[in-house]
């Protein structure tokens, strides 16, 4: 099994350390975000089956910036988190406002279960 | 320059297993441009994981999609056991390879099915589907379903096969590996299947790097990345190569899935012949707590499980990445300077599993 | 120019007849693991509400007081996780399906407590 390499960073280094990454090669996995208070940013890039992730945490109000000025393939999981989570990422290349899932209720995965049975009535 | 028009490809659609849509921008029949717009399936099954436990969500894990079904379940009972630390019976782990295998088997065949009712070769469809029911068979035999087994259990498998049942399917594997020669010889050598697929949607290796594209979308552009050569279950004591082709075209994705095929009959019969006997499944107490990464390979490529538990029986977050969500950017790119009437091909070509995208 | 490859499938399935079945007149064996339904030894049950607790839907439902046990047939999803956690292993997997129906489906049984002899 390959490795897994965790590095806790700050936001302000996100774009140089991924731009380290790519010159050496590596490809993005995926960016994954959890939330229990506040938001967990994982980004995770692979090269040789070797994995390596990079961890930091944001609220909703912070500005992240985005990197699909250097995978362009980033904007599908930018905007995800964007709609789901509620996460304020700038700049995505191609930006849905919102409207990629259409799901009725903002942010349905920040809200706990039970405040989100309120607002739909149940 | 021409007049642009913009034509839905919408989310209903006779060549589409699952809805997707695409804003396609057009001028004078050549594509220009694809906006997708993705959501019509979505459940938001990660969200489940606030009211099932962590043993209960083997059965919603495995209910994300009904064509990599198995494998699903597999990938998040095995990120489960690397936080727990458990340790897999071998016998288990033969099994599950054996089964993973015939997952592997069933769903190109259906694919294939696919792909030639959307050119139109509707008896070759209906051939290959006749193929697949063999092996549907002999998951209704072994684990009691068709489609969704709900076999694999975090610490081993829950039902054993036994000797008897082993051979027989060394059997009708002989039938379908003989049925499926016949029809891989009209896929890769007739004109008229050659002709809708040859030169269509080329992807060169330095784009299907550049666009993440995984699975064998990036193996027919020369890529050489498998992740079963990792030795994960059982297949560190297997032989074999990944397939690669470095046509680059919708022709070489699916001489790749046909040569991938051939190798899942080839590794099923190694299974059978080096499997041990032994116990089938570890008992496992308590609650997990931590978190992991893994990485396994479906049918249609790379997908990432993440899980992380807090130690309650509830877990914290299960993320799933599927590969048709890696591999969408990459239609994105093929799909431009493609006339209208192949854009049905080439998105069957990235093998669309929506259900598995948006969960 | 190789137009006709196919042509030695299609002669013979030109001799096979269909190879489906003529369903319903004509059923499809089943195996003996398919999983089709849940049946109960009601006699055995001890009321513990193990399969209660575990199952995933929540189809099952466990009445100490009125000793009565009952599935909502059309939500259960045939996992056979309650099989494995009941301590007296009194429920067992069926392998005919429950026939499809228009609304809900729930199955009830009740175990006969009366503990007075006939001659009393």
């Known amino acids: 099994m390959g490795q897994q390499i965790l590095k806790e960073i700050k936001i302000n280094d996100l774009l140089t350390e991924v731009l380290k990454v790519k010159n050496e090669g590596y490809r993005l996995v995926a960016i994954t975000c959890s939330s229990k208070e506040g938001l967990e940013l994982t980004y995770s890039f692979d090269k040789d089956y070797e994995l390596l992730n990079f961890r930091f945490e944001v609220d909703t109000e912070t500005e992240v910036s985005s990197i699909s000025a250097l995978y362009p393939y980033a904007f599908l999981y930018e905007n995800e988190i964007k709609e789901l989570f509620g996460a304020n990422i700038k700049n995505i290349s191609i930006d849905f406002n919102n409207t990629l899932y259409k799901i009725p209720v903002k942010t349905p995965f920040h809200m706990k279960s039970s405040e989100l049975e309120v607002k739909h009535g149940k | ?359 | 120019m190789s137009i006709l490859r196919m042509s030695k499938t299609l002669f013979k399935n030109l001799f096979h007849g269909p190879y489906t079945v003529l369903y319903p007149i004509k059923q499809k064996e089943k195996y003996v693991h398919t999983r089709g339904k849940i049946t109960i030894d009601i006699d055995d049950c001890i009321f513990c509400g193990m399969c209660d607790r575990r199952c995933p839907t929540g189809a099952i439902k466990v009445e100490k007081g009125n000793s009565a046990w009952s599935i909502e047939r059309l939500q259960c999803i045939q996992c056979s996780y309650c099989v494995e956690v009941c301590p007296k292993k009194c429920l067992k997997m069926d392998n005919q399906y429950t026939s499809p129906s228009n609304g809900k489906v729930r199955d009830e049984f009740i175990k006969c407590t009366n503990t007075q002899s006939l001659n009393e």
């Not at chain 2, 040859?198 to 550049?210: E, I, M």
């Not at chain 2, 890696?326 to 259900?355: F, Q, R, Y």
Request: with cysteine; glycine share 8%; proline share 4%.
């Open chain 2, 1 to 359: 320059m021409g007049n642009r028009t913009i034509v839905p490809f919408g989310p209903q659609h006779p060549v589409l297993p699952e809805p997707i849509h695409l804003d396609l921008v057009l001028e004078d029949e050549i594509v220009v441009e694809a906006i997708p717009r993705i959501g019509y399936i979505h459940r938001g099954l990660e969200k489940l994981v606030e009211k099932k436990d962590y043993q209960q969500y083997t059965y919603v894990a495995e209910r994300i999609c009904g064509i990599c079904s198995f494998m699903h379940g597999m990938g998040y009972c095995m990120a489960i056991e690397n936080i727990m630390d458990v340790k897999v019976p071998e016998r288990a782990e033969f099994l599950r390879t054996i089964w993973a295998e015939l997952s592997r088997l069933h769903s190109h065949l259906l694919w294939l099915g696919l792909l030639a009712d959307g050119f139109g070769f509707e008896s070759l469809f209906m051939q290959s589907w006749k193929i697949r029911e063999q092996v549907l068979d002999i998951f209704e035999e072994t684990t009691g379903g068709r489609v969704i087994f709900s076999v694999c259990d975090i610490g081993g498998v829950r039902k054993d096969i036994s000797f008897e049942t082993l051979e027989k399917i060394k059997k009708i594997l002989t039938d379908v590996e003989n049925e499926l020669e016949e029809a891989a010889k009209v896929f890769i050598g007739d004109t008229t299947v050659k002709l809708r697929t040859k030169g269509v949607g080329v992807l060169s290796k330095q784009l299907a790097f550049d666009l993440g594209a995984v699975g064998p979308m990036a193996r027919a552009s020369g890529i050489e990345m498998d992740l079963r050569s990792q030795g994960y279950a059982a297949y560190g004591k297997l032989d074999f190569k990944p397939i690669v082709d470095h046509g680059g075209d919708s022709y070489a994705r699916t001489a790749v899935r046909i040569g991938e095929m051939f190798q899942a009959i080839n590794l099923i019969r190694q299974c059978i012949s080096l499997i041990p006997d032994g116990d089938i499944k570890v008992k496992v107490t308590g609650n997990p707590s931590g978190e992991n990464f893994m990485r396994i390979e479906q049918p249609r490529g790379e997908v990432v499980y993440y899980a992380k538990a807090n130690g309650t029986k509830y877990l914290d977050r299960v993320r799933v990445r599927t590969p048709t969500f890696a591999n969408v950017p990459a239609l994105l790119e093929t799909l431009k300077g493609c006339s209208l009437a192949d854009v049905p091909i080439l998105i069957l070509t990235i093998d669309p599993c929506i259900s598995c995208t948006e969960r």
